[in-house]
């Protein structure tokens, strides 16, 4: 009876909103890792897409938008890198992952905010937090516009899916600490063991004062680890599997994916270093 109820529904929104093919080839041509996607991804990703932009609300800042041309394509970007992460799952799942995303805002700039923060002597201290994105559990997803613009490419920098990976780590909490809801066949022990070494290995790097081979934002929460990880595991697949090929195996089995194997040749190895802040406490970034 429910499934009956859903193939209605989808039927009705079909009609009421054709899908709209010319907006959806132009935001794949505006967007790399849009424009990687097999034919059978792309569609399905698209009507994700679609879908998404009529149920949510994308909104830009009232400064923003008097100078800025928000139109279907770039709409329909936004939603589909969103909607990567789900991309691997069935529907029910891709629902229940955005359940409590009601609004995707984006601002003219980075943004501020006030944090209070408690060292390992248990001092407390105050700083001005810059902030390109900002995740809450119920709240608005927040994201500036300048990093929004620097999303897309094949770079291990995506401020939508870093941000959207938080609401996933959401699914089970209403803060992140990298433990998202699992699938049946992965063990939350193999999940810990397997970020446990990333993050060991990262502070490991750190101490040394060595580079580490992803965002060194990844050694500063373990729910950014996750973020930043999810950022690269979508956007530079290449760097990730040669760093942790055990993480980039486990996130492989968590979305049902494989980005390296559509990842163009000729981008692999290119993915450069961002420079960005990433500063928060449950939330943090941008992009498009």
Known sequence: ????????????????????????AEARARIPLLDALSHAEAALLGQRAWRFAHAKRLTLHPELAATTDFDL??????????????????????DEAFANVHEVLVLPEAFQRQVEEMDEFGVMHEYVDERAGETSYQGPVVVAFPD?????????????????????????????????????DIDPREWHRVFTAVWDDLQARLERDEETPIDDYAASHPGECYAVCCEYFFSAPDVLEAAYPALYTLLVRYFRQDPLARQPADVRGAAYDNDRHRHEDTDDRSAQ
Do not use: Y
Not at 73 to 94: K, S, V
Not at 159 to 176: Q, R, T, W, Y
């Open 148 to 184: 929004l613009m620097e999303s897309g490419e094949w770079s291990g920098f995506n401020v939508l899916i870093h941000e959207f990976a938080h609401k996933l780590d959401m699914g089970n909490a209403s803060d992140i600490d990298g433990f998202p809801p699992l699938p049946r």
């Open 1 to 24: 009876m429910l499934g009956r109820l859903k193939r209605w529904r989808s039927r009705q929104f079909e009609q009421r909103h054709p899908f709209p093919d010319d907006a959806w």
């Open 73 to 94: 394509p770039a709409r329909l970007a936004l939603a589909a890198q969103i909607c990567l992460l789900t991309l691997g799952w069935d529907d029910d799942d891709h």
